[in-house]
């Protein structure tokens, strides 16, 4: 029975390691530990890929549910109640933390505009657009929630002027690097690990560049010469259970996709190897692009 035990486990353990090639997501802080381990079912339904809106309403807000005492109120006392502006129904978000649009992309353009947000816009409403809005709501008398309802939206849009084209879509946050040798001929993904960008190229030409992250040391994003073996538009990750949308698979389980936790986080997580993008409108032009067989190059 003991010697049936251990073969059990370790045929457990191989498996857990050939799915884990097969696969990959992002690391939710920066100290995971193993890669080998994933994450249980509940953790995987609150990490900021999954699920990215993680704010609850504050404790005490009014709207948050009635209170027992106003369904048995007076007459009186509920219109006095439903003329009072603390006892209206708080104003629906417009923008939230978790959204993902092109006014999203606005709202941080406008607030780079203002010098609240130093990073490019993303698209994605994350920790740093929340705090961001945080900070104008108290410096403009508005209720500092971090979401953009109709009043804050409207002070923004007064005190800001549209977005140019190149406010909303800059190149990239980081500066590229001179590209490899080997991506100097054909259909290639440039990936610099050293300034942290992507760059298409065709036969030596830039079309487009963006910002991207890697895995940490536990799961590094492997290094060298490789090809694009398949795509998915829509993909799920078989042992972190996150989404990795636009994954073009270039090592086994690594591929390049896109990952709302860079768009929420930036740089403070980490991949389980993958190449992480964090601007999902650039890579889905990307994504249609790039044939299977394409080159990839990684390199420092």
Same mark, same amino acid.
């Given at each position: ?7 059990? /486990? ?21 100290? +995971?530990?193993?890669? #080998? ?15 990215? #809106? ?28 439903? #003329? ?15 959204? &993902? ?39 403009? *008398?508005? +209720? ?84 694009? *073996? ?34 929420? /986080? ?21 994504? &249609? ?12």
């Amino acid at each position: 029975m003991h010697r049936q035990r251990v073969m059990a /486990r370790t045929l457990g353990l191989a498996t857990a390691v050939a799915l884990a090639a097969t696969a990959c997501g992002s690391q939710k802080t920066e100290n +995971t530990g193993s890669a #080998s381990t994933a994450p249980s079912a509940s953790a995987a339904v609150t990490t900021p890929e999954s699920s990215p #809106s993680s704010d609850d309403k504050p404790a005490g807000d009014p709207s948050a549910s009635p209170s027992a005492s106003a369904s048995s109120a007076s007459p009186s006392a509920s219109a006095s109640a439903a #003329s009072s502006p603390s006892a209206s129904p708080s104003v629906k978000a417009v923008m939230a933390n978790g959204d &993902d649009s092109e006014q999203v992309r606005e709202l941080q353009a406008r607030l780079k505009q203002l010098k609240l947000m130093s990073v490019a816009p993303t698209g994605f409403y994350g920790s740093k657009t929340t705090t961001a809005v945080k900070s104008f709501q108290s410096r403009n *008398g508005l +209720t500092a929630s971090g979401s953009v309802d109709a009043e804050t939206w409207k002070k923004i849009q007064g005190l800001t002027k549209k977005p140019t084209a190149d406010e909303l879509r800059p190149p990239t946050v980081n500066e590229v690097d001179a590209p490899d040798p080997r991506c100097m001929t054909g259909r290639v993904m440039c990936i610099s690990k050293e300034s942290r960008t992507l760059a298409w190229m065709i036969d030596g030409k830039v079309i487009s560049t963006m910002d991207v992250r890697f895995g940490s040391e536990n799961t590094p994003t492997r290094e060298g010469v490789f090809d694009v *073996g398949w795509k998915a538009k829509e993909w799920t990750s078989t042992i972190y259970h996150t989404p990795m949308p636009y994954a073009m698979f270039f090592s086994g389980g690594q591929a390049v996709h896109y990952s709302a936790d860079f768009a929420a /986080r930036g740089y403070s997580g980490a991949s389980h190897g993958c190449v992480n993008v964090r601007d999902k409108a650039k890579l889905s032009k990307l994504f &249609d692009d790039v044939k299977v067989g394409d080159k990839v190059v990684v390199y420092w």
